[in-house]
C-alpha cells in the first residue's frame, strides 16, 4: 500500500523522482510494504531512494513501541539507543552520539525544551498521539543546522493539517502496566469543516516507581524499588487549517505539563517539611526520611505552518513555518523551586523548492534561530545565554537511469552570548559549513544500493562553553570549554579562564548501504565511519569538586559562595565523600564507525521472523581513549505467529558487555531481554481498526545495566512487567 497525500504525489509528479523512480521496485516488493513520505525533507524523499539512512515508525509498529520518553520508544530500532534516565527521561542517542548533535523536532521544529544539556531533562515530543517518526542516521546539517550533527529525529503528528482529511478520523488508546502502575490514555480527532482542518488531542499518564531485579547499588543498599522514578503527564493540541486550491495556512497550540522524580538526585534535607509528591509516590525505601526533589515542567507551544504550489514562476512550492515556545523547568525541593531553567525560543524555516535545470530540481531556504535560556538557583551551573543562529541553505537531486543523485550545501553564523561566573560576559561566534553528496541506485529490481558523504560543522552550544557547577542529577561537577584548571596545591585547583579558543567539531562521514527486497524477504545493511575533529565531550578528570575554588581575572578568589555551593573546604580538611566527580568539556580528534542491519523473512503466510543488530566503535584517532558512555553492540530476534483475527510474538535483544571504556568509567555487564505480545484485532465495528493486546517485558526478570546512563549503577532496566492495552482508529 502506498501511503502518499495529495500534495506528496503532486511534488514528486513535479521532480519526477521520490513517487515515479521507485515505480518499478516496488513492484518487486513485498505486498505489505508501505511506502512513506519523508516530511523531514522538503524533495518529497522516502526511505527507499534516499543516500542518507532515513527510517520510519508509523501505524501499529509505533503504538506497540510507544513508551513514555523518546528514547525507549526508539530503543529497538538499529543505531539508536537511548540515555535512559531511569525511565524518567531519556532522549535518543544515534551511533554513540546524543545531546547537542541529535537534533529532535516536532514536525520539522525544534522541540525547544533543555533535553540537550542535560539526560535528567524530559524531551518534549509525545509520541502517543504522534503520526510517524522519522529518523535521519548520520549528519542532517543542510536543513536542521550544526545541531543536526548527528542526525535528526523528527516526530510528526496532524495539528496542522496540509490537506483535506476526507470527512472526520480519529484515534484512541489506553494501557496499564504493572512494573511502576503505569495508567495512561490518549485520543485524537480530525474533521474537514468546509475550507478547513481541525486537530484537536490530548494524553494523560501517570506511573508510580518501578521495580527491578533486587540488586545491591554503590552505597551497599539492596534495592528492589528505584525510588522517586514516579512520572505525572498531560498534555494537549489544538490545530486549524485553512486549504485552498494551491496551498494551505494552519496554526496550532499545544502545552505539556510533567511533574516526575529526578532518582540519585538527594541532598537529604530531612529537616525541610515533606512534599505531597515525595509521599504520593514514595515507598519503603526512605520517602519518609527525606525530601525526594522533583522536576515540574511546564510549556506551551504555537506552531504556524503555510505552503502554496507555484506562488511565482521559477517557484514549484514555497513553505514557511515558525514556532514559538515558551519552557519552563522547576527542580523543586520540599515546598520550593531549588533550580529553575527556562528557555524562550523562537525558530522560523522558510523554503522554497525549484526548478533548476533539466531533470534538476532542488529547494533553497533560510533557517533563523533565537534561543534565551536562563538557569538559577542552588544547581544553576549554567550561566543566561542568547543564542543565534541564521542559515542558508540548498539542496539539490535529479533522477537519471536509475541512479538519484542528491546534494546540498549549507552556511550557518552562530552567535552565543553569556555573563560566566566569575569572568564577566563572554561572546563566541562561529560560522559552521557543511555539505553533502549522496547517490542512491536501483541496481537491480531487488536490489537498491546507497551511498553518502557528508561534511558537516557544529558550533559548541552554550552548556558546553560556560558549564561551571554541581550537577548533582548527574552527580557531577562540570566545567565548560571556556574554563582551565591550574593546580595550586596538593588538594587545590583554581577554575579560570581558558585562554584557547574552542573550535568548530569538523565530521567527516561516509554512509554505505543495501537494500535487498524479494519476495517474502527484506535485507537493510548499513555501514558508516565518521572522522570528527575537535569533537566536544565530558571527560572525568579524577579530581573531586571539593578541590575547586575560582579566582577572577585579577587573580582573587570569586566571592559568589561558590565554594559553599560545591561543598568546598579548607586545605587539609576535605571530606571526598561529600564532594562530586568533576568533568570537564575537552575537544579531541576522534573516530567513530559501524553497522546496522535488520531483515525479515516471511516464512510462511501465518509465520514471520524479525532480526537485527548494531555496532558503534569510538576512540580517539591517537588510540589513546574510548569516548565515555558508548552504547554496546545488541543483536535482537522476534517470531510473530498471525492468525488472521489474533497474532503473537516472542523476542529476545542480547545487549553485549562494554569493555572499551573511558578513564574512570567501570564495564558494564551483558544481559539479555525476553519480551512476548499477543495482539487480539476483533471485528466488532467495521469502520475502527481497534486491536487490544496483553504485553510482557523482561520476563525473565533480568538484571541489566544500561551503560549509556549517567545513573548505570543506581537505575538499571525495569523488571518484570506486564501490560494491557487498546488503541483503535476511526
Known sequence: MLKYSPLALLLAQMF????????????????????????????????????????????????????????????????????????????????????????????????????????????????????????????????????????????????????????????????????????????????????????????????????????????????????????????????????????????????????????????????????????????????????????????DRVQLHAGILNPVEGIEKLELRYGYTDYQHQEIEGSTPSTTFTNEQHELRLTANHHLTGDWYGAIGYHGFSQSQQAFGEEAYTPPSETDRHGLFWLAETQTDGLNWQTGIRYEHVAIDAPTLAFGTTSYEFEPVSASFGVSYQWHPQVRLNANFSHAQRAPSANELFANGAHLATQTYELGLGYELHQEGEHAYAIEAGTERPLLEKSNSLDLGAHIESDGSHLHINLFANRIDNYIYEAFTG?????????????????????????????????????????????????????????????????????????????????????????????????????????????????????????????????????????????????TNLSIYLKGENLTDKLGYVHTSFLKDDAPVAGRSFSIGIRGEF
Request: net charge negative.
Open 16 to 299: 519526477n523522482s521520490p513517487a515515479a523512480a521507485d515505480e518499478q521496485a516496488q513492484e518487486h516488493q513485498h505486498e505489505d510494504t508501505e511506502v512513506i513520505v519523508i516530511s523531514a525533507s522538503p524533495l518529497a524523499r522516502t526511505e527507499l531512494n534516499s543516500a542518507q539512512p532515513i527510517s520510519v515508525i508509523s501505524g501499529d509498529e509505533l503504538r506497540e513501541k510507544q513508551a513514555h520518553t523518546l528514547g525507549e520508544t526508539l530503543a529497538k530500532e538499529p543505531g539508536i539507543t537511548g540515555t535512559h534516565f531511569a525511565r524518567v527521561a531519556s532522549s535518543p542517542i544515534i551511533r554513540g552520539l546524543d545531546g547537542p548533535r541529535v537534533k529532535i523536532t516536532q514536525n520539522g521544529l525544534d522541540t525547544a525544551d533543555v533535553s540537550r544539556g542535560s539526560p535528567d531533562h524530559a524531551v518534549t515530543t509525545e509520541t502517543s498521539v504522534a503520526q510517524q517518526i522519522e529518523i535521519l542516521r548520520g549528519p542532517a546539517t543542510l536543513l536542521y543546522g550544526s545541531g543536526a550533527i548527528g542526525g535528526v529525529v523528527n516526530v510528526v503528528d496532524e495539528r496542522i493539517a496540509q490537506d483535506f482529511v476526507g470527512d472526520t478520523r480519529g484515534f484512541f488508546g489506553g494501557n496499564l502496566a504493572s512494573v511502576d502502575n503505569l495508567s495512561d490514555a490518549s485520543a485524537g480527532l480530525t474533521t474537514d469543516i468546509g475550507q478547513t482542518v481541525w486537530h484537536i488531542d490530548g494524553f494523560n499518564r501517570s506511573s508510580n516507581n518501578y521495580e527491578v531485579p533486587t540488586f545491591t547499588n554503590d552505597e551497599g543498599e539492596r534495592v528492589s524499588v528505584i525510588e522517586n522514578s514516579f512520572v505525572d503527564a498531560a498534555g494537549g493540541t489544538l490545530g486549524g487549517s485553512y486549504i485552498f486550491d494551491n496551498g494551505y495556512a494552519g496554526l496550532s497550540y499545544s502545552r505539556l505539563e510533567q511533574t516526575y522524580g529526578i532518582p540519585g538526585h538527594h541532598h537529604g534535607h530531612e529537616d525541610e517539611p515533606e512534599d505531597e509528591h515525595a509521599d504520593e509516590h514514595g515507598d519503603e525505601h526512605g520517602a519518609e526520611e527525606e525530601v525526594l526533589p522533583y522536576a515540574d515542567l511546564v510549556q
Open 543 to 687: 579530581l573531586n569538586s571539593a578541590d575547586l575554588f575560582i579566582e577572577d581575572d585579577h587573580g582573587h578568589e570569586d566571592e559568589h559562595e561558590h565554594e559553599e555551593e560545591i561543598g568546598h573546604e579548607p586545605e587539609g580538611e576535605h571530606d571526598h565523600e561529600e564532594g562530586l566527580s568533576v568533568i570537564q568539556y575537552v575537544q579531541r580528534d576522534v573516530l567513530l564507525f559501524g553497522y546496522e542491519i535488520s531483515a525479515r523473512w516471511q516464512l510462511t503466510d501465518q509465520w514471520r521472523l524479525n532480526a537485527f543488530s548494531d555496532y558503534t566503535r569510538a576512540y580517539t584517532t591517537d588510540g589513546q581513549e574510548n569516548l565515555p558512555r558508548l552504547p554496546a553492540q545488541r543483536i535482537g530476534t522476534d517470531l510473530t505467529y498471525n492468525q488472521g483475527s489474533w497474532e503473537t510474538q516472542v523476542g529476545y535483544i542480547w545487549h553485549s558487555q562494554q569493555t572499551r571504556t573511558a578513564a574512570y568509567e567501570s564495564a558494564t555487564p551483558s544481559y539479555g531481554l525476553l519480551n512476548a505480545q499477543f495482539n487480539w484485532f476483533p471485528q466488532t465495528f467495521a469502520t
